[in-house]
């Protein structure tokens, strides 16, 4: 059985910086996106960054420039390395992998989240 568990995180100051990984486990074959999506009370849960298996990203307009996703296939890990975090960077950060397994075939799996904080 695929699961996905999420790590690092916490609680900041503004402008500083905090890294989140999250590891898949399981009967994988293969891993074609991983990314990550933040949600707070009230709203629509948000597409932070993407990645795909050649490493091409994506990344929120509101984040460019201050994250960085990241993976290694050999560990099936992705990172967000988030920098100059700002008070309305506060959110639940859930990861994501699109992953290819014996059954099912393939399958978006989800992580538990963590609550990343940013204090002002």
């Known amino acids: 059985q695929v699961q996905l568990v999420e790590s690092g995180g916490g609680v900041v100051q503004a402008g500083g910086s905090l890294r989140i990984s999250c590891a898949a486990s399981g009967n994988i074959l293969d891993i074609i996106n991983m990314g990550w999506y933040r949600q707070t009370t009230g709203k629509q849960r948000e597409l932070v960054a993407s990645i795909s298996r050649t490493d091409s990203t994506n990344y929120a307009e509101s984040v460019k420039g201050r994250f960085t996703i990241s993976r290694d296939n050999a560990k099936n890990t992705v990172f967000l390395q988030m920098n100059g975090l700002k008070p309305e960077d506060t959110a639940a950060y859930y990861c994501?992998?699109?992953?290819?397994?014996?059954?099912?075939?393939?399958?978006?799996?989800w992580g538990q989240g963590t609550q990343d904080t940013v204090s002002s």
């Open positions: 994501y992998a699109d992953i290819v397994a014996t059954t099912p075939p393939i399958a978006r799996y």
